[in-house]
């Protein structure tokens, strides 16, 4: 009788895979930054036949939370646990963060940064309050030896301070540039998906967010900057989107802390995936001393600083440099003014002396990666010439809630219309015109203040006609001005004070797709119309409105039912009641 335990497959036997297996590659964990990072710098190794790959998570980290769901949901990775992968020989490691700890694998071992180089202090990991992590004694060396088989520098003035700090390292030290920031660039063709991806269509600018770890990150000082991002700029104008460390998704719920400012409309880009995808739409980034802001500006993106981290950070490094030379933004000021100054003043190119301090050897890093891997690979062959960078898959934001409320301002007389929308909540401190509301808006206060309504949905049980009716004698809109019921993208119907139904439509310019006509903003266009002299509800089928909102420019035509120009006559308000109790 067969001993059962003899027939238990081992994750490394090759009997069990199609492919032979000719060399075993580890990638090396601690937290889920390194684990994207490191990831993403093998992604061309993974391309190549017969190399078999796994990963563990090296502990210690105190953000290491997601991090295995992270690992089990990766193609094609064995992971395996930190007590088992030091007992197996492998062909080649990689860490994208080291650790003292990382002595007892038994391959050799390449080290990378996780960021923009080395920069941040972190005595718990360097033993030191003066050496960048990374790059300190304490962590390369076991028993005075140097552990790490290379060590990775992403510029060359980075040799400075490993000398400085472990000049027995410099031997197995290699500028290697930086691989994230080379795929970035190498994916700038990519930018207006991805921007249509993020929401920032119809000619709006998009704002990210960045936040790195830490009480002096911009989360750590000013946690309401996001919320007051998405309520003063307007709507139709900027779409705000924030990146934040995968550190702070480790330790805090930003789901809650950040749900406010989501149904106001920002876009929340989640830890894993995404980040890079958003620098290269942004056309304004706003941040604090972590690698994103660095990068962003290195992309050339108008970079604004509302914390610098000089406290945590490596005086001679070039981040700390950049924390005094970007720009910096007053987050308690006047957000609307400071983001149209710097678009107007700001040169993106101003930071490039700063940030090519950290970045060497651009548009190489890959090549030189893959040679350095290779050499411990023999038998696994690369097809000719450089490696191709791989493309940035689509950001998905985090599903939030759109907006169902505006404080909504209009200028402008005759037929054309000049509105500013900036998303509000159930508090509404203060009213800066008239409000607009969406159907499911579920506050009572909003709805009952509102000047319009609208149904946002047109895949609905009840006809339109129907709902518009029933919104003519609601009790809880006592100042209900104008109500719409979307029929399409472009399209939508109208009740007007008197009862008069109209159907508008968004005029569509030749060789131009099927534009977006919001019901909201039409219905708050009509809403301001009312109220300019001689304006009367039956006029309206015999105008075009133009509708301005920040550069885009959008006609709309009005049409009365055929043969029933006029509904039946209900009294309503004559207009907007701006801002009125």
Known sequence: MSNPRRLRARPDDDRWNTRPVRARVLAVVRTLTSATRVLEVLAPLRELDGIGFAVTVNPGSAFTAGLDDHLRAQPGLT??????????RFDLAVACAVHASMHRLRAPLVVLPHGAGYNRLVPESTGDTVTAAGLSRHELTHRGRVFPAVIGLSHREQFDRLRAACPEALPRAREVGDPCFDRMLGGLGARDGHRTALGAVDGRRLVVVTSTWSGHSLLGRHPGL????????????????AVLHPNVWARHDLRALLAPAERRGLRLVPPDRGWQAALIAADCVIGDHGSVSFYAAALERRTLLVATGAAELDPRSPTYAFGRAA??????????TQLERAAAEQDPAALRPVTDRSLGRRGESARILREIFLSYLPGIEAPPGDPLPLPHPRPVPLAAERPTAYDVVATGEGTAIHLRRYPVGPGRPTARGFLAVADDEPSPVLRRTADVLARTGSDTEQPAEAWLAATAGAAELPRLTVAV???GPDHHLLRLPGGLLLEARADRPWGTPVPRLD???????????????????TALPHRTLTLHTGPRRTSISFTTRPGHPDGPAIHRPTGPSYGQS
């Open 79 to 88: 992971v395996l646990p930190w007590r088992e992968a030091v007992r197996q």
């Open 519 to 537: 019901p909201l903003l039409l219905g708050s266009a009509v809403a301001h119309w009312l109220t300019t002299p001689a304006a009367t509800p």
């Open 226 to 241: 996001p919320l007051r991002l998405v309520e003063q700029l307007p709507a139709d104008e900027y779409t705000v989107a």
């Open 327 to 336: 720009p910096a933004l007053d987050p308690d000021g006047d957000l609307l």
């Open 485 to 487: 019921a979307a029929l």
